[in-house]
C-alpha cells in the first residue's frame, strides 16, 4: 500500500525557513499532483500550493512569495520551503497526493502530519 | 473569506440523516470537482467522497454526495458517534485549490 511519509524540523524561529519532504513508500513515484496543505491551530485546512507530473508549480497567493514546492524524482519525494516564517506560521503541515487517476485530482494520499511551531 | 462557505457547526442524533453543505461565492467554482474530506481530531484528513459524488472503496454507502449549480452538499445516512469529525469541501477557482472553511459535525 502506497503511503507518503513526512519529514522535517518542527520548532522554529521568526524569520527562519521551513523545510518539509514528504517520501512515496510502497508504489511508485507517480501522481498528478504533489501538494501542500497546513491546518493552523483552531482552523481550517489551507492549501499551499502543489506541483504537478509535468513540473509545473501552483501556489497560494497568499504565501506565493515565500513558498517553493520541488520534486527530488531520483529520491522518491517532494519537498515544501516556506521562508521568512512568523508565528501565523505554526500549524500542522500536510503533504498530499492526487495518487490514483480514478480520484480525478482529489487528495487519495495524506501524510501523517508535521506539528510547526514557530516561537 | 473562502470561495467556498460551509456552515461552522451541524450536530444530530445517532440514525438521523445529516447534510453540510458547501457554497462558492463565485462563479469560478469548476464542476464535477468539488470533494469531500473527513478530518479527525490528531489524524490527516481521509478522501470521503470525490467528482461531487463518488465514493472510494471503503467508504460506507452512509455517505454521498451530490452538487447543483455552485452548491455541494454531503450527506451523511444512519449517523454514527464515529462519523463526530470536521468536513471539508475542495473544489478548484480559477486554477487554484480551495477548502472550505469546515464544519464541525457533532453526534448527540
Known amino acids: 500500500q502506497v503511503q507518503l511519509q513526512q519529514r522535517g524540523a518542527g520548532l522554529l524561529k521568526p524569520s527562519e525557513t521551513l523545510s518539509l519532504t514528504c517520501g512515496v513508500f510502497g508504489g511508485s513515484f507517480s501522481a498528478y499532483y504533489w501538494s501542500w496543505v497546513r491546518q493552523p491551530p483552531g482552523k481550517g485546512l489551507e492549501w499551499i500550493g502543489e506541483i504537478n507530473h509535468i513540473g509545473g508549480a501552483n501556489y497560494n497567493p497568499s504565501l506565493e512569495s515565500r513558498v517553493t514546492i520541488s520534486v527530488d524524482t531520483s529520491m522518491n519525494q517532494f519537498s515544501l520551503r516556506l521562508t521568512s516564517v512568523t508565528a501565523a506560521d505554526t500549524a500542522v503541515y500536510y503533504c498530499?497526493?492526487?495518487?490514483?487517476?480514478?480520484?480525478?485530482?482529489?487528495?487519495?494520499?495524506w501524510g501523517q502530519g508535521t506539528v510547526v511551531t514557530v516561537s | 473569506q473562502s470561495a467556498l462557505i460551509q456552515p461552522p457547526s451541524a450536530s444530530g442524533t445517532p440514525g438521523q440523516r445529516v447534510t453540510v453543505s458547501c457554497s462558492a461565492n463565485?462563479?469560478?467554482?469548476?464542476?464535477?470537482?468539488v470533494h469531500w474530506y473527513q478530518h479527525l481530531p490528531g489524524t490527516a484528513p481521509k478522501l470521503l467522497i470525490y467528482?461531487?459524488?463518488n465514493r472510494p472503496s471503503g467508504v460506507p454507502e452512509r455517505f454521498s454526495g451530490s452538487k447543483s449549480g455552485t452548491s455541494a452538499s454531503l450527506a451523511i445516512s444512519g449517523l454514527r458517534s464515529e462519523d463526530e469529525a470536521d468536513y471539508y469541501c475542495a473544489a478548484w477557482d480559477n486554477g487554484l485549490r480551495v477548502f472550505g472553511g469546515g464544519t464541525k459535525l457533532t453526534v448527540l
Open positions: 467528482g461531487n459524488g
Open positions: 498530499a497526493s492526487s495518487y490514483e487517476a480514478e480520484f480525478f485530482d482529489a487528495f487519495d494520499l
Open positions: 463565485s462563479s469560478n467554482v469548476e464542476p464535477n470537482s
